[in-house]
Every structure is written in structure tokens, then in C-alpha cells.
């Protein structure tokens, strides 16, 4: 698909296993060309856990960059070789806060800081909720490391959680969007959920950075 703005060429600054950082000469539709920094960087999900009595499931995480703990979602990136984003999304409920879900939808799709960088998420709400068998989280290396390893979990009111979108308590983007989505949704009658397992549209831009 033709957007009228053309890449003229590329240089590679940066590449690791996560992402990269390229500077492109990018032609404008009048003519003009204009220098760009581009971030590819790998899709992601995340999703809203929701129990019983409108409980949701938060989680507090240190991202160095912030140099603080933020609320957020489940997340984790589609780092595995040919995995499904919904099952990306199932094996991060079980590795991150020992979950399964019976009833899964695609909630929102993000686009993040698109001016910089392609990076995307969606975001899924999961319900039925039961507890990983004490005996499979080995298995499945719950607990993690880093970061990962000093995870801690809350259940939250949905109301409450967005008000506390709302007061500015909680910023991280996916959880922001999530937390409002799910309560749009509910305010619907969960009408306009979407299945689990649709690609992500439009199609052009369903690709994912070279590794």
C-alpha cells in the first residue's frame, strides 16, 4: 500500500535482540526530504484480568527508565519464534501472576509513540480465571529474574482503578488504555469486545522489526 512517502535509504545505528535504531532519509509528498530516527522494536500484549465482582489484577514493576515502580498490566513481548499473540498473552497470565482464563477478547490494539518507533500492543481481556496447580508453576519458571523477580500483584475494584487513571496514580500507557477499555466495554454490556484471535489490521502495518 502506497503511502506517498518514500524511504530513500537507511543506516543501521544500533540492533539487539529487542529492537533497533535506524536513521532514514524519508522523501516527502511534496518532494522535500527529511531525516527520520526510527525505533523497530518487537509487539507486545498485554491484558486485563478480570474476576469476580469486577476485580482486576494490577501488577507494580521497576522500568529503569522511569526510575520508579508503575501499576501495570500482564505484558510481555512476542519474543518466541512463530507464537500466537494470544497465546503470548495466556503464557504471560500463567508466568506472571499463576493464572489461566477460559474466556479470552481482544480488548484494543496500541500503536506507542508512533512518531519514533513501530512498536505495538494489544490488549486482551481475560475472564474465568483459575489458579495454575501448585505443581505446574515450576514449570512454567514463575518468579522470573530482574525486574521480573520483584513483581507484586494487587486485585483492584475496576471503578477504583480508574480513578486512579484518572487522578494520574496510574501511567503506563497499556494499563492506562486497558483499564478505560474494559470499563467502556462493561458499560456496552460487553458488546463490543472483539475475538481473541484476529490479526492485527491494517495489514501493512502487521509486520514485525528484522531480527
Known amino acids: 500500500m502506497s ?36 525505533i523497530d522494536r518487537m509487539g507486545a500484549v498485554a491484558l486485563v484480568a478480570r474476576a469476580a465482582a469486577d476485580r482486576i489484577l494490577l501488577l507494580s ?5 522511569v526510575r520508579g515502580f508503575l501499576v501495570a498490566l500482564p505484558a ?3 519474543d518466541k519464534e512463530g507464537e500466537p499473540p494470544l ?10 501472576a499463576g493464572l489461566r482464563a477460559t474466556d479470552w477478547h481482544t480488548l484494543l490494539d496500541l500503536r506507542l509513540t508512533p512518531a519514533a518507533m513501530n512498536h505495538r500492543v494489544r490488549v486482551y481481556l481475560a475472564r474465568g480465571l483459575t489458579t495454575v496447580p501448585t505443581a505446574e508453576r515450576y514449570e512454567l519458571g514463575q518468579g522470573g529474574e530482574y525486574e521480573e523477580a520483584d513483581l ?3 486485585w483492584m475494584d ?8 484518572h487522578a494520574g496514580e496510574i501511567q503506563n500507557d497499556a494499563a492506562v488504555a486497558g483499564i478505560l477499555a474494559t470499563a467502556t466495554a462493561r458499560a456496552r454490556g460487553w458488546r463490543t469486545l ?15 522489526p528484522a531480527r
Do not use: C, F, K
Open 3 to 38: 503511502t506517498g512517502y518514500e524511504t530513500v535509504s537507511a543506516r543501521l545505528i544500533h540492533r539487539n535482540h529487542i529492537m533497533s535504531l535506524r536513521v532514514e532519509q524519508v522523501r516527502m509528498p511534496g518532494g522535500q526530504v527529511a531525516e527520520r530516527d526510527v
Open 61 to 65: 514493576q521497576y522500568p529503569h527508565p
Open 76 to 78: 510481555g513481548l512476542l
Open 87 to 96: 497465546a503470548a498473552a495466556r503464557r504471560e497470565l500463567a508466568e506472571e
Open 152 to 154: 507484586r500483584t494487587e
Open 158 to 165: 475496576l471503578d477504583e482503578a480508574v480513578d486512579r487513571v
Open 194 to 208: 472483539r475475538p481473541a484471535d484476529l490479526p492485527w489490521l491494517p495489514a501493512h502495518l502487521d509486520e514485525q
